[in-house]
């Protein structure tokens, strides 16, 4: 197979993606070429191209290719750096929390109460129950371990680590922003203003190490994870939250499914890839954890309003609704595998082996 072609329609002129018909007064962007980051191949095949539906920062349509060796989806051609930096306004895009708003409300407060209650006991079989039942609630996961040093990547203002800190773990982040850096600051936790590369954290240094929706926006997902692994102390812990794009969800609305935010997304992982990328930075995979969103009224919405902005066909939008509303509630309650296709995001549970460790002893 050979290099995948740009969709006809938007072709890719001299590092510009042309911008999509009747839109020929937005700007252009400038964009790169890249090869596979899991395995180096540069043979890739055109699955279907996106275009920005979240913020419309950017007008043009983006190829979503799938490498042919290792099965890695990815946006390619692709934003360069110095243009990806412009489609995340402060702001707009990742609003960051006021200190102390995120824990308020009633569902902030079930969220709090929830991961006290499961940090650091996941040995007694009251916390196992809770971990299953509360666990399923709350969109961030937590790491099954006592305390030591935490590193939130991309910790925004900081509220998970107030959390953290409070049920006894040192806390640490890395955070692009200035904003998010400060406030996370004036909470006590210790914060790197910038990207997990530059943070140069010493080797063998944290306990565990969280990736909140991270992997899918870095330009270089392997080293990040190779950096993940020589800065935790063997036995350590990454979870690393990311969209699941071989979803149920994603196959109903193609490139209109809300999670694949083109082009920050730059990476859509699979069960299989995930675990690649971890692997191959030398981490053991415990388990994966499932968030099938049902619940989630705003990702639907966005979702249909994209695919109505698409001008798709009626029909398919009524496909849409009767997968949507009727279909996957029937197979979600008669299927085997329940967790991984109606999963709209997964979180990996990897362990750095501790020296001397053989495989297959899971902590
Ligand atoms: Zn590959």
Not at 196 to 220: G, K, Q, R, S, W
Not at 257 to 262: G, H, K, Q, R, Y
Request: aromatic share 12%; proline share 5%.
């Amino acid at each position: 197979m050979g290099r995948a072609q740009p969709c006809g329609a938007f072709g890719q002129l001299g590092g510009l993606v042309a911008p999509i018909h009747g839109e020929t007064d937005r700007v252009d962007i400038r964009t790169e070429y890249v090869v596979c980051d899991l395995c180096g191949s540069d043979q890739y095949r055109l699955l279907f191209c996106a275009r920005d539906t979240r913020t419309h920062l950017v007008h043009c349509q983006f190829p979503l290719v799938q490498c042919e060796r290792c099965g890695l989806v990815f946006v390619n051609p692709r934003p360069t750096r110095e243009e990806l930096e412009k489609l995340y306004p402060p702001g707009e895009y990742y609003s960051l929390q006021e200190p102390g708003t995120m824990w308020q409300g009633g569902r902030g407060k079930l969220k709090s109460y929830a991961i006290r209650f499961i940090s650091g006991r996941h040995d007694t079989p009251l916390a196992k129950l809770g971990t299953l039942l509360l666990g399923r609630m709350i969109s961030v996961s937590v790491p099954h371990i006592q305390g030591g040093r935490i590193l939130d990547i991309g910790c925004g203002s900081g509220a998970y680590l107030d959390l953290m800190q409070e049920v006894g773990w040192e806390t640490y982040g890395v955070e692009p922003s200035e904003v998010g850096a400060k406030w996370a600051r004036a909470n006590g936790h210790d914060v790197f203003c910038g990207e997990l590369l530059d943070a140069t954290y010493p080797p063998a240094f944290f306990d565990a190490i969280l990736m909140h929706h991270v992997l899918e926006h870095v330009p270089n997902p392997g080293a990040v994870l190779h950096e993940c692994h020589r800065i935790l102390k063997g036995g350590g812990l990454v979870l690393v939250n990311v969209p699941n794009f071989d979803c149920y969800d994603r196959v109903t609305f193609a490139e209109s499914w809300d999670p694949l935010d083109v082009p920050r997304h730059l990476y859509h992982f699979s069960i299989s890839t995930l675990r690649q990328a971890l692997e191959q930075a030398g981490f053991e995979v415990m388990r994966f954890r499932y968030r099938t969103w049902f619940t989630s009224r705003q990702f639907y919405s966005s979702s249909f309003r994209s695919l109505k902005e698409s001008n798709s066909s009626r029909r398919r939008l009524v496909r849409a609704y009767i997968r949507t509303f009727l279909l996957k509630p029937v197979q979600f309650l008669f299927s085997m595998n329940r967790g991984q296709r109606f999963a709209v995001t997964m979180t990996a549970y990897a362990r750095k082996m501790a020296e001397g460790d053989e495989s297959g002893s899971h902590g």
